[in-house]
């Protein structure tokens, strides 16, 4: 009975990892589209890593500040609003390391209020929990459509 209530423990944990992970997942496209970057950057380990288009830092401080020099601000409706569409994440948790990876599309509002679909990528993710929190140690950002 007590090796059964342990593996129950252990799967109850990874579920509970799991759901942290992906709730993780959300926070990352919600504070990025509202452009809460201090909040964004915070989403990241101390020597974690962001790869992206706009180059690569390590640290929440450095990601913040290459983000905020590169990113124009996400204009409010009516105006080309942009969001973030994070789908299908596989997440594979060890303990206190995890990696993810998820597909991303950008959601733009286009003329007459019609959505576009202009971009779709992929995100590879290490995770670690950190300070009782799971936390992006590198995160790898790559376009997939269009392959620029």
């Known amino acids: 009975m007590a090796e059964e209530l342990e593996e129950l423990r252990a799967r109850v944990r990874e579920l509970e990892d799991r759901e942290a ?11 990025l589209d509202v452009r809460d970057l201090r909040a964004f950057s915070a989403l990241f380990a101390a020597n974690g890593t962001w790869s992206g288009r706009a180059g690569t830092a390590t640290g929440p401080d450095a990601i913040h500040d290459m983000l905020a020099e590169q990113l124009p601000d996400n204009p409010p409706a009516p ?44 995100y590879d993710d290490e995770l670690v929990r950190e300070d009782g929190r799971w936390r992006f140690l590198r995160r790898t950002v790559s376009p997939l459509i269009p392959a620029t």
Do not use: F, K
Request: net charge neutral; hydrophobic share 35%.
């Open 21 to 31: 992970i992906r709730n993780l997942l959300q926070e990352y496209r919600r504070t």
């Open 79 to 122: 105006g080309p609003t942009l969001w973030h569409w994070i789908s299908d994440p596989v997440i594979t948790v060890d303990g206190d390391r995890a990696t993810a990876s998820s597909l991303w599309m950008h959601v733009r509002r286009g003329d007459d209020d019609r959505p576009l679909l202009p971009t779709l990528g992929a």
